[in-house]
């Protein structure tokens, strides 16, 4: 900002008032001229774009919300990018989605924990709410999703909507290394469940029970290593499933295709 009456700089937040002495044109006078200028304070959108991440996006694996990554160009507004890309559908045809294809985000703004979301339509459909909540609440900074209609929202609001394993971590199509870590919810009777990992072939290189934080009807969290040994890079599957109590069988079964290294 400048004031060219006498070279002086002030500066304000929002605006300056500048008087400015000019000269009088034959009459050897002066006029005083008031000037005011306004200064905007930066957006989000005025901010370049960050180097592009991996965020996830919940799409739907039959009527359960299934993670998948996204690489896409955040910026600080990473909660309208992760959104967008939710918007844009699935890129894999083993998944769906029950947002339609028309759905346009209109705003999203995030405070005290609950992130505020305009849609045109608006979500109604459990299953596109639960979408809509769990991409947002990958961010630490959102606990709830408020859709303008009813109280703000959390996971806990769609349990019928999330599998009873939920791998939220490697990613489909993710490469891994002997020892990596898998993450996620679940929940099962007496809170445990069992792994396989899978080569190309089939062959089991790895397997074992995992117990989750809580279950039998409370969703818990759990976190486990998975040790393997391969002689080249190929494409493995880790599978997760539950053993019934009843009978033995497994049950809640689910694969996540990954790249051995």
């Not at 967008?84 to 405070?111: F, M, R």
């Not at 009978?247 to 079964?253: A, H, P, Y």
Request: hydrophobic letters at 40%; glycine letters at 10%; proline letters at 7%.
């Amino acid at each position: 900002m400048r004031n060219i009456a006498g070279g002086m700089r002030f500066r304000g937040a929002l605006s300056l008032l500048a008087v400015l002495a000019v000269a009088g044109c034959g009459g050897g006078g002066t006029k005083t001229v008031t000037v005011r200028e306004t200064v905007t304070e930066p957006t989000t959108s005025s901010v370049p774009n960050e180097a592009p991440k991996v965020l996830k996006v919940y799409l739907l694996q039959g009527d359960k919300v299934a993670p998948a990554a996204r690489s896409v160009a955040t910026g600080p507004a990473v909660a309208r990018a992760a959104l967008e890309a939710l918007l844009a559908g699935p890129e894999d045809e083993e998944l769906d989605t029950a947002i339609p294809p028309e759905t346009e985000l209109k705003s999203v703004t995030v405070e005290g924990g609950v992130a505020n979301v305009g849609l045109s339509p608006q979500a109604t459909d459990d299953a596109a709410r639960a979408q809509v909540v769990y991409t947002l609440t990958q961010f630490p900074t959102v606990n709830r999703v408020d859709f303008g209609a009813g109280p703000p929202v959390g996971r806990k609001a769609f349990e019928a909507q999330t599998p009873a394993i939920l791998v939220e971590s490697p990613l489909p199509g993710e490469t891994v290394e002997p020892g990596f870590k898998v993450t996620g919810t679940a929940n099962t009777f007496e809170a445990t469940f069992n792994y396989e990992l899978k080569d190309a072939s089939g062959k089991v290189l790895s397997k074992h029970f995992v117990t989750a934080s809580s279950g039998s009807g409370t969703r818990g969290t759990f976190r486990f290593t998975v040790p393997y040994e391969v002689e080249n890079p190929q494409q493995g599957t880790l599978v997760v499933f539950e053993i019934s109590a009843e009978n033995g069988s497994r049950i809640n079964e689910s694969e996540l295709p990954l790249q051995l290294e």
